[in-house]
């Protein structure tokens, strides 16, 4: 091989090439994309085969990753990469589909909501076709059903729904016998997602409960209240999932503590990460990123994400908001402050998530 390389300089500069990188698929990439954009193999490439309307401001996006995705369990989450005028975007969405889609035709769903301002859901209502591909990572999250079968309640409000609805189809189609009840709080019925979905479940599966509560319908809204939780039957010895809004998460982890449910037996997701209340006179440092040689003055009203995009670094990311670790990189020395947890980090040496973390003082990172 070295003496065909030795013979022809064509060879020999695309050797060079290949050997020079880490990754020769940064190199390969570009040309692959314009064959087939399916071929590429720096990150999973998935093909939009189908967008269904779901409510006004909600759209499904079917999506065929190539064979090579590892496949995901219900209620996890995936990390999506879009490219806006230039710009790759990275943002975490629930999938809503079951795992048994994925399995049987290969397909799997987002359903995303259309938030105001916001810049990767609008692009995608607006602009995403089928036939379109974007880049889909490695599912996560330990938003899981149960291994052993035990009654069940979700809580569930808006968009929120939409890993229940992974869940709530594994658990039928795996025939679940125990109960599972389902409260379910939009603005109006008009904006109840998967509704056609949510009914022939209850149709079809006898375990199942659906309370669908439209919040704005009277005079005055209805929240999530003890009369709701009275209608659950046995609600002592459920098993609770929440995902929605945090306010809604909020006043459902008191109602549940008050009905003495253990913290253990409630699981939450969040679409968008809860802060901790931090100091404030101690926050911000001198930030050195130690391989690029840039070194800068942080404020404290920032994490560290924030701090080295702003410094023109562009570190690997993902959700931005503590959950899928694709930040993490390692702290060299200093102290950081999770902004999750409100807890501060050692002195040394350790991994830290760029995303939720705050420095306190100097801090250099290995970056």
């Known amino acids: 091989m070295l ?3 030795e013979q022809n300089r064509p060879l020999r500069w695309l050797g060079k090439q290949l050997f020079n990188r880490e990754d020769p698929a940064a190199f390969f990439d570009p040309l692959l994309t314009s064959i087939d954009p399916m071929l ?6 998935a ?13 499904t996006f079917v999506l065929k990753p190539s064979a090579r995705w590892a496949g995901y369990e219900a209620g996890q989450h995936v990390n999506i990469c879009i490219e806006i005028d230039g710009v790759r975007l990275n943002r975490t969405f629930s999938l809503s589909s079951s795992p048994k889609q994925w399995q049987q035709n290969g397909t799997v769903t987002l359903t995303i909501k259309r938030l105001p301002g916001g810049q990767v859901t609008n692009w995608m209502h ?9 880049a889909l990572g490695e599912a996560f999250g330990d ?5 052993v079968p035990e009654p069940l309640l979700f809580i569930a409000g808006g968009s929120g729904i939409t890993p229940v609805l992974s869940l709530l189809d594994t658990l039928a189609d795996d025939d679940y016998s125990a109960p599972v009840t389902l409260l379910y709080f939009v603005r109006t019925q008009a904006d109840v997602i998967a509704a056609e979905k949510l009914h022939t479940l209850r149709q079809h599966w006898p375990a199942f409960t659906l309370t669908v509560v439209a919040t704005d319908a009277g005079k005055t809204p209805e929240y999530l209240n003890d009369g709701h939780l009275d209608t659950v039957p046995g609600i002592s010895a459920r098993r609770c ?18 009905r003495a449910i253990n913290a253990d037996r409630i699981h939450s997701t969040f679409f968008s990460a809860p802060m901790a209340a931090l100091p404030s006179d101690d926050l911000g440092g001198e930030v050195a990123f130690e391989r690029s040689g840039v070194t800068v003055s942080a404020e404290g009203d920032a994490v560290l994400l924030e701090i080295a995009e702003a410094a023109k670094l562009s570190p690997k990311y993902g959700c931005r908001m503590g959950v899928c670790h694709q930040c993490s990189c390692k702290k060299t020395s200093g102290t ?3 902004r999750l947890t409100g807890k501060a980090s050692g002195p040394g040496e350790e991994n830290i998530q760029l995303c939720v973390s705050v420095p306190q003082g100097p801090v250099n990172i290995d970056l």
Not at 47 to 59: M, P, S
Not at 143 to 147: D, Q, T
């Open 47 to 59: 093909k939009v085969t189908g967008i269904l309307d779901e409510t006004a401001d909600t759209k």
């Open 126 to 134: 607006d602009h995403l076709q089928p036939g379109d591909t974007l």
């Open 336 to 338: 950081v402050i999770n």
């Open 241 to 258: 999932y929440l995902c929605g809004p945090k306010g809604l998460m909020d006043l459902a982890n008191e109602l549940l503590y008050h």
């Open 143 to 147: 938003f899981l059903a149960p291994e």
């Open 40 to 45: 590429v193999r720096q990150y999973v490439p």
């Open 3 to 5: 003496s065909l390389l």
